[in-house]
């Protein structure tokens, strides 16, 4: 065994042990490397493949609660706590990321998008707030995507809502 398989190895793990630990984390792993760490909260899937983890960071939040931060090869890197999986919002033009969580988790879409169905049915003037909502919707969704989350039915949530608020307004 090569050195660099011993310490995939090892950040691997440290990743498992943690989710076996954890109180709303499960994990399971196929042949080919590839592991899958399930939420219970939404039974969202973050999936990624063994190999391309660089290093496993034990950390403690402000609460003193253990969570471990994962980086990823590609620069990317999530953070497991006890029971979800954190990551970046993805940049996102015209959105001020100043005024959103560096880290946020997949059951934030559902808070955000139903705040924009709040300001959808809202009488006057929301047309701003709904276009900020989206943005921060659209940044959660592609910042999910890209750390290895499937969300493409977040995806059609929005775009089905915002299609059937046209059809209401026309």
Known sequence: MSTKSKSTHAELDHILNFVDGSK???AKINESGRVQIRQDLD????????TDVSEVL???DSEGKPFIQVNFKNSTKVLLTETLVGFKPCETLGLDMARIPKVVT?????SVFEAIEESLGADGGADQETEILKKVYLAIVTGGEKVGFDLE??????????????????
Request: charged content about 25%; proline content about 3%.
């Open 58 to 60: 034990h950390r403690a």
């Open 106 to 110: 997949t059951p934030d879409l559902v």
């Open 24 to 26: 709303g984390l499960r």
């Open 43 to 50: 039974g969202k899937l973050f999936s990624f493949n063994s």
């Open 153 to 170: 039915v977040e995806r059609q949530w929005l775009n089905r809502l915002l299609a059937s608020k046209l059809r209401a307004s026309a």
